[in-house]
């Protein structure tokens, strides 16, 4: 479920016309529901409310300062993968104790900026980032939390791209492997083993992947215990899937994830850790881009908008699928036709989707790709030199521009030419 509908004939962010929006502030543009934020974010507390838990929002999903702070004020942790992600964290006023620091490539540089500026947990990822966290710790006089990425092997039956837990992927440490890790966390000081974490993907649609790989790092808890590790929190990753098609059936929902959690942990005694970031996300947001042209060509029209893959780069990487819809809504019936919806980019990638079928659309009006709000804003990029893409979040009958679009001046001026060319 979303906040953006039609009203009146005009798609609508909350009680906001898309057209105001794109009339204020221009085009392309992300645009946020705080209804549908709010209301996601909710979802997964009610789904964990049998047990303590800490919901972890995946701040690289969307980093906004603004989504943060949101999240934050409703109470959610933070996941974090690089030093400027914390950094964010902590200025959307997310307190350290609700901050994990996750990822596969920590510097010391962000080990003691972390430790020096409040941190629930380390998510370890291999044998050499323990031994360095432990002398950073150690060196500042400190003791940090941590749990041991373990990979369970489990095939998430999702893009190759954003699979996490098979043995050939870079993530965690061999399953295999726990015990002999764990007893050198054990050993080595400055750290305090308190937990495991597994993630096995993202995009996921179906719940059996999560069964078999929480029903392992139950087994994995118990042996642990055994060995004498004070095993207290178990990390759940995230990863749950959105409907990107509204045609297609809907990914299972947060309450029947937290089922799941509960039928192969919950016996544990352990406080739950997970990491949502699309759920959350995804489908409260869309990315509002206007018709440059339509464009005849031999056996195909192409829908030429001024979004293109530098502002959504999704489609181009993963294949991935948005339902593009008009703003202003069709009459019932009208004719529609098959076009290739494409961008002003000098690349054959930068193509969103053919053979869309949409009804006449004049130069300037307005469309929108729905479920746009995760994976958007953050992997956007200046390519041909096209200014960043803004962001906007709705509230009810208001909305603020929560990220402005960079001039061209600003842009150029960020580049330096040295004084002898």
Known sequence: MDHFNYQGGELCAEDVPLARIAAEVGTPVYVYSTATLSRHFNLFREALAWTDHLI??????NSN????????????????VSGGEYARARAAGVPGERIVFSGVGKTRGEMAQAIQGGIRQFNIESEPEMQALSE?????????????RVNPDVDARTHAKIATGKSENKFG????????????????PGLRVVGIDMHIGSQ????????????????????????????????????LGIPYRRDNAAPPLPIEYGQVIRETVGDLGCEIEIEPGR????????????VIHTKRGEGRDFLILDAAMNDLIRPAMYDAHHDIVPVREPAVGAEVAPVDVVGPVCETGDTFARG????????????????????????????NSRPLVPEVLVAGDRFAVIRPRPSIDEMLGRDRIPDWL
């Open 56 to 61: 972890c929002y995946a701040v690289k999903a």
């Open 356 to 383: 869309v079928q949409l009804p006449p659309l004049g130069d300037g009006e307005l469309v929108a790709f729905r479920s746009a709000g995760a994976y958007g804003a953050v992997m956007a990029s200046e390519y």
């Open 173 to 188: 440490i061999p399953i295999a492997r726990a015990r002999e890790v764990y007893a050198e966390a054990a050993r080595l």
């Open 279 to 290: 759920n959350i996300v995804g489908n409260a947001g869309v990315l509002l881009a206007s």
């Open 65 to 80: 300062l603004a989504v943060l702070k949101l999240l934050g004020a409703m109470g959610a942790g933070m996941d974090v």
């Open 204 to 239: 996921l649609t179906d719940l059996d992947p999560y069964r078999q790989a929480y029903s392992k790092m139950a087994q994995l808890c118990r042996t642990l215990r055994a060995d004498g590790h004070a095993i207290m929190r178990l990390d759940m990753g995230g990863g």
């Open 136 to 148: 950073v710790a150690a060196g500042q006089g400190a003791v940090v939390p941590v749990a041991v």
